[in-house]
């Protein structure tokens, strides 16, 4: 492995100073399990890493605590923590199911839950180090190539899945972002946190290299239920085929309001909005659920070897939303 | 010495050297050892407490956990399988959780506590998992099992009592290749195992018996050949091809030589070493030019450290010309394409002639003209890894003109030979030695061009050298299974007896020819008129060669299809359907010794009750659609020579055998079978192996051939022993007795092999594409089963690999580039324990007078049958047929639609 220097700032404050002074050579480390990879790999240049595993002080970063309306979670949380602590069982399933689902539990244990929102692609020719527009290059591989595993949704120039389980729950759940950065901070909502390669075609969401995901607020909402479904293509240890957060505020057996977004179908967590228009103020009955598959995937734009994706997100979005809505 | 004096230096000698030829040249002279020292890396100084003992440190901030744990502690029992955290290899406990040490750096565990596979025992108290592992048969090779054990105890440590599905999500992260899972979970969850022999056991043999060596396995105690280290020791690392097919126009080792630790730098240049066992056909370099698949090796450095050898590499400036490249083996014979190798793609008979591969009997105009129904299909097989945990390495050491080897082979003595041969030293200057080793399932059979290459650093150096290759590295450098192409012709009348078989196959050999490339399985069926022609074909991918049942997964999996279907087009159970069609004879020509593959379909029809669960397919589209198949397989079971060497001292046998053990239990079949023959306790057997220095020739552990061919040995070595006793009438007292035998048993005229009946039950979820087992029985016949324990592991195993090539398992090309982009445990999607269903076992023990107590093969047999009855259920199941490889979410919706 190349030379690194391993920095254990005491601060958040004094974290983005050390980010600030070491540009692109310098990388936060949550867990450090990809990071660690891609270093191995040269996909990425860093050589300093800024371990916030080795703050003094933590603050709120590897907490759950409950807020006056809702939760806020810590950037340092871990996956394995989030999937099992109470009060995300309680309110919010289907982040825990998110969490639950990722990876390994050796991967789990130390990956957190900013690492898991703010993942680089696993698109095969990001990570073979093809010179591909993730790398600076300027071309998709995988928009003529072996794309299987591409986008659907919301693709060019680079094709590549946005590879979290989490993001796409935290959106359905209405929770926002506390990023610290040199000038402070900024809240901002998880579904403005993303970032379609044809806005900027070298990053997946608008963190700056110098700014921190810090915290995550999320909501409480009378009523709700949610759920996170996942395809894979093994049962362990691989990204989702394609994925489904949902949401639900229920009155009676009525939806009140429907927030739904597909996982690993688009370079970005992919909301489904007419989906959520079509579902508001009614009975979830099966011509229904059947009518939201349609339509999430209309619009669909499967490259050569990925239109399986469209009849899974059809069939997975389908039955997601019955089996939530059937839910006593 | 000063930096400028030293570069000088250091430049003529790349002059000297490029000019000649190794063996003759030394980039360094005696006295003058390129002995700089890389400057410093970023330290810090940590503490921690490492199974209960606390250690503070200087720790460079690169080191990841597992460097610290197995380099610098000397706590080797963790192993690296990935280094990317995707195969849990390295898995140890971090502050009581499992965490993959691979993927955290040392200084991150500052002020942690952590637990290795050496931390759990309780001085000579094993940990009960420990010795639930020992009794439940959880290691085969072992080199998984540290790992596995860990996140076993953390899944107990926190839930006591876990549930089966509990137990395989905590071991979610713990790939196993000898996928031995069910073990694994049965020990966990206290389960022991049931399987015993259904012959009268004798003393020894026919008994179940944990490994001899179980103990050292699940300890972490078991050296494997990355565990070893050598005084002076360098580390070597290599330069693979980026292109499918290029010229290499220039190489500049400047820089690397000028990096201080930097020891020696090879290229094509300065070594002209060929690696005979490498191509069968060709000559093949260790270093070749041009370079001719993504992952040729192109240079090689030795250096102080891993990371200094790691730098080197990135300063040695290569300039490649593309040449135009061929993936596809089809594609690769059509005129005007670019030959991979001179003369042609088409890869040349033995008697040079280039022509396909031909086997034919009968007259197929008239069978086909006698046919009522035929049916034309055609499957396509893909590139399939072995994916041993092990990657390959080497620990090479010159001592004068004497090299001692540590290497994770499947045959030392093999080893030895190809050493000898390829370095042009007599073969007792090579000593060849493996104690443990991590798998291989045929790509280990032979030296590996790790093997050599290590060598001749070693020698350029004048120190020991170790080449550890990278999981990529062993992915792209280490052949998998051959991908094929099958066109099959099959007729037969109304009644359903078959006329005519024909195929027509292509197998994609790399640009080497390493192996056969055959493609098995006509010679199941009885009819008169077949022709087979197989042509392996060279191409750019990388080098195809001996995986599992070499020739048969893929074929059998062609064959059983096409039978499947023409079953279905006569509308006759494809039970009876086999049933009918058997032959007695291979090739329909050659008597078999025993033939037990009809008691295997019948007895395991009736244990899966297939009359009363097959039906014939409707085409049906439920959501989930439930469907069965059933396929057939068979494997030779050869006799041939071996030698073995009894020493018996003070009521005390040693056996001396120069086997390697690659986790099919040989050690303790070989003991097994040398108290039965001296009816001695298990316990008063030793067994000395895999160093060629103690042991006499063996075949190797390759071609399921060691328990007949070694055991023949030991039961000829052990007549004689006895002999000797007898002859002292008592009067042995402390004398010691050797006995030695080299048997080379033939069976003329006949055939041997093993053979087996595949039953499974499969869901396909017609919605999202998934294809689940459900059921799955194997029934086997092996001859006498020498350790029902053991040998139950080996079918679990093989079926659960077979399992992932049907579904899947497949390294992926871009064709564009030529370039694989799927290298690794993540991409490859290797089975995991969440994948990996139950496999129920029976076998069947005839009498069979030719091998050692009967016994035949275990190892290559189970994965035989496996994809070809999943796609037969697939097809029962949904009316489609799935014709490609691997049968994925894509090639499901695909087939459904």
């Given at each position: 492995m190349r030379r690194l220097t391993n920095v254990n700032p005491a601060s958040l404050v004094e974290s983005v100073e050390r980010l600030t002074a070491d540009g692109t050579r310098a990388a936060v480390v949550g867990g450090g399990t990809d990071l660690l990879g891609m270093i191995k790999d040269d996909l990425v240049p860093t050589e300093v890493l800024v371990n916030l595993k080795g703050l003094t002080e933590r603050g709120s970063l590897d907490l759950v605590e409950t807020e006056p309306v809702g939760i806020r979670i810590g950037g340092l949380v871990t996956l394995a923590q989030l999937s099992t602590h109470p009060l995300v069982t309680a309110q919010y399933r289907g982040l825990a199911e998110a969490a639950g689902s990722a990876a390994t539990p050796q991967i789990r244990n130390v990956g957190t839950v900013a690492g898991n929102i703010c993942q680089r692609p696993w698109c095969w020719y990001f990570r073979q180090n093809f010179p591909c527009y993730k790398h600076g290059g300027n071309r998709c591989f995988s928009r003529v190539g072996e794309n299987e595993f591409n986008a659907i949704f919301g693709g060019g120039p680079s094709y590549i899945v946005h590879p979290s389980d989490t993001a796409p729950a935290l959106i359905t759940l209405g929770a926002n972002f506390r990023i610290v950065g040199p000038s402070g901070e900024r809240v901002i909502s998880a579904s403005d946190f993303f970032t379609l390669p044809r806005t900027d075609v070298s990053r997946e969401n608008i963190l700056e290299p110098n700014e921190v995901l810090a915290n995550i607020y999320v909501p409480s909402t009378p009523g709700l239920r949610s759920t996170y479904a996942k395809v894979l293509d093994r049962e362990a240890w691989t990204h989702a085929v394609t994925s489904v957060a949902l949401a639900l505020e229920m009155d009676g057996n009525v939806v009140s309001r429907a927030s739904i977004v597909l996982g690993g179908v688009a370079p970005i967590p992919w909301p489904l909005k007419a989906v959520e228009e079509l579902l508001a103020g009614q009975r979830i009955t099966e011509s229904l659920a059947a009518e939201a598959g349609r339509l999430a995937v209309d619009g669909a734009q499967p490259l050569s070897k990925n239109g399986y994706k469209v009849t899974l997100t059809e069939n997975l979005v389908r039955n997601t939303l019955q089996s939530l809505a059937n839910e006593v | 010495m000063n930096p400028v004096s030293r570069r000088a230096f250091l430049k003529s000698s790349v002059a000297v050297t490029a000019a000649t030829t190794f063996p003759r040249t030394r980039l360094s002279a005696a006295g003058q050892e390129p002995d700089g020292v890389p400057p410093a890396a970023p330290q810090t100084t940590i503490s921690l407490r490492v199974n209960s003992e606390r250690h503070t440190l200087e720790v460079e901030d690169r080191w990841t956990l597992v460097e610290l744990l197995r380099d610098h502690l000397q706590l080797t029992g963790t192993k690296v399988g990935c280094d990317r955290g995707e195969c849990g290899a390295c898995t140890v406990h971090l502050d009581g959780m499992p965490v993959y040490s691979c993927s955290q750096l040392a200084v991150w565990a500052d002020g942690r506590e952590v637990t290795t596979v050496e931390g759990l025992a309780d001085g000579v108290h094993l940990d009960p998992l420990q010795q639930a592992f020992i009794d439940g048969d959880g290691?085969?090779?072992?080199?998984?099992t540290s790992g596995q054990l860990m996140s076993a105890k953390a899944v107990v440590m926190t839930n006591p009592n876990p549930t089966e599905d509990e137990v395989r999500q905590g071991m979610a992260g713990n790939i196993c290749r000898c996928s031995n899972y069910n073990r694994y979970v049965a020990a966990v969850m206290s389960r022991p195992p049931q399987q015993a022999s259904r012959l009268d056991p004798l003393a020894t043999v026919g008994v179940s018996h944990p490994r001899i060596d179980a103990r050292e396995r699940v300890t972490g105690?078991?050296?494997?050949t990355g565990d070893v280290a050598v005084p002076d020791m360098l580390y070597a690392r290599v330069i693979r091809s980026p292109h499918p097919h290029a010229r290499i126009t220039r190489i500049d080792t400047t820089h690397a030589l000028e990096m201080p630790g930097v020891h020696v730098v090879l290229t094509r240049q300065q070594c002209d070493v060929t690696w005979s066992s490498g191509d069968s056909h060709n000559p093949r370099y260790l270093f070749n030019n041009p370079v001719r698949f993504v992952g040729d090796p192109v240079a090689a450095v030795a250096a102080i450290d891993r990371h200094t050898a790691e730098a080197a590499l990135k300063v040695i400036d290569v300039d490649y010309e593309p040449l135009d490249f061929v993936l596809d083996h089809e594609e690769a014979l059509l005129s005007g394409i670019v030959e991979v190798q001179p003369g042609g793609n088409l890869s040349p008979r033995r008697d040079g002639e280039r022509l396909p591969e031909i086997y034919q009997r009968g007259d197929l105009d008239v069978g086909f003209a006698a046919s009522d129904v035929i049916v034309e299909e055609t499957y396509v097989s893909k590139h399939h890894n072995n994916a041993q945990m092990e990657p390959r390495s080497a620990v090479a050491q010159w001592t004068g003109d004497q090299l001692t080897l540590w290497s994770p082979t499947q045959g030392i003595s093999n080893t030895r030979r190809d050493m000898a041969r390829d370095l042009d030293i007599p073969p007792e200057r090579v000593r060849v030695i493996c104690q443990y080793m991590g798998g291989g399932f045929g790509n280990k059979n032979q030296n590996q061009d790790s093997d050599l290459i290590a060598a001749v650093l070693a020698r350029e150096a004048g120190r020991p050298v170790k080449l550890e290759l990278t999981r990529k590295e062993d992915f792209l450098g280490v052949h998998g299974r051959w991908p094929t192409t099958q066109h099959y012709k099959i007729g037969a009348s109304r009644d359903g007896t078959l006329q005519a078989l024909q195929l027509r196959g292509y197998s994609g050999m790399g640009p080497?020819?390493?192996?056969?490339?055959g493609i098995a399985g006509i010679e199941l069926f009885r009819c008169p008129n077949v022709r087979r022609e197989v042509s392996p074909v060279y191409t750019n991918m990388t080098v195809a060669a001996n995986f599992r049942g070499p020739a048969y997964p893929q074929g059998v999996w062609g064959i059983e299809s096409v039978m499947d279907q023409l079953a279905h087009e006569l509308a006759i159970d494809p039970l009876d359907f086999h049933l009918h069609n058997?032959?007695?004879?291979?090739?329909?020509?050659t008597p078999y010794t025993s033939w037990s593959l009809r008691e295997c379909i019948t007895e395991g029809a009736d244990r899966f009750d297939w009359a009363n669960r097959w039906?014939?397919?409707?085409?049906r589209t439920d959501r989930v659609a439930r469907g069965v198949g059933m396929a057939i397989g068979m494997f030779a079971a050869r006799l041939g020579r071996s030698s073995a060497v009894l020493r018996l001292e003070q009521n005390h046998l040693w056996l001396h055998i120069?086997?390697?053990?690659?986790?099919?239990?040989t050690k303790t079949a070989m003991a097994q079978i040398a108290a039965e023959a001296m009816d001695m306790n298990l316990t008063d057997v030793t067994v000395v192996w895999g160093d060629t220095d103690q042991c006499p020739y063996s075949v190797g552990e390759s071609g399921s051939r060691t328990t007949t061919h070694t055991g023949h040995a030991i039961i000829q070595a052990a007549e004689d022993l006895k002999r000797q006793i007898a002859a002292l009438n008592g009067a042995l007292g402390d004398r010691p007795l050797i006995a030695q035998a080299t048997p080379e048993p033939t069976i003329e005229g006949m055939a041997r092999y093993a053979s087996a009946a595949h039953f499974v039950e499969i869901e396909v979820d017609t919605e999202l594409g998934g294809i689940a087992v459900m059921q799955y029985l194997a029934m086997h016949e092996s001859g006498r089963i020498i350790n029902p324990l053991t040998a139950e592991s080996q079918i679990k195993g093989g079926v659960t690999m077979g399992i992932g090539m049907a579904l899947h398992e497949e390294l992926v090309y871009d064709r564009a580039t030529g370039v694989p982009v799927n290298p690794g445990y993540y991409g490859a999607k290797v089975m995991t324990h969440l994948d990996a269903p139950e496999i129920e076992v029976h076998f069947i023990e005839p009498i069979d007078t030719f091998g050692p107590y009967s016994a035949k093969n275990v190892g290559e047999p189970p994965v035989i049958p496996v994809v070809a009855a999943i796609g037969n259920a697939v097809f029962n199941a949904t009316g489609r047929r799935i014709k490609e490889l691997p049968m994925t979410r894509t090639r499901v919706v695909e087939a459904l639609a």
């Open positions: - | 290691p085969q090779c072992g080199f998984c105690l078991a050296q494997y080497h020819r390493k192996s056969s490339g058997l032959t007695r004879e291979y090739n329909d020509e039906r014939q397919p409707n085409g120069g086997v390697t053990d690659i986790g099919t239990a």
